[in-house]
């Protein structure tokens, strides 16, 4: 059983912080022991906390990203997780070539858990300004995720 999941997109303060929030609260409620971190394929906001908009967003729906910190993914990452989900194709990419050659996590889209969505991509707020939109598209994904788990 996936045990150790990482949620990945360009700079860890929209989109990988609110997957995350919103599945660790979501696996709580069932009951799952997860392990559940994010990161950033960039580095420019290492150590900042989740972008202020979208925190208030999640906060609207219950979700609480206060304690998260931005951090850039790492080649140990590769090996500490079992999956590792990325945000949208071109982070999947960057992702595929960071990978070492013995990493053994799987890597995947977040949105292959809502197929019937039609998009490969959790469009990025902190440009979309869309966080509700994009709040949206994560919790069905983190649906699919935790009922696939």
């Known amino acids: 059983m996936t045990k150790a999941i990482l949620f990945v997109c360009l700079g860890n303060i929209c989109r990988s912080p609110s997957a995350e929030g ?3 609260q979501m696996a709580q409620a069932q009951g799952l022991d997860l392990r ?14 989740p972008y202020a908009p979208m925190q208030r967003a999640a906060a609207a729906r219950g979700f609480d990203l206060s304690q ?17 989900l990325a945000m949208d194709p071109d982070n999947l990419r960057h992702l595929q070539q960071m990978r070492p050659a013995q990493g053994g996590a799987q ?23 869309d966080f509700d939109g994009t709040l949206d598209l994560i919790e069905t994904c983190a649906k699919g995720l935790l009922a696939q788990l």
């Open 22 to 24: 919103v599945v660790r």
């Open 36 to 49: 559940l971190d994010s990161a950033g394929t960039g580095d420019w906001h290492a150590g900042e906390p």
């Open 68 to 84: 998260q910190r931005a951090r850039m993914v790492t080649p140990d990452d590769f090996d500490r997780f079992d999956l590792i």
């Open 107 to 129: 890597l995947r889209l977040f949105t292959d858990y809502a197929p019937h969505k039609g998009t490969d991509v959790v469009p990025d707020p902190y440009y979309t300004r």
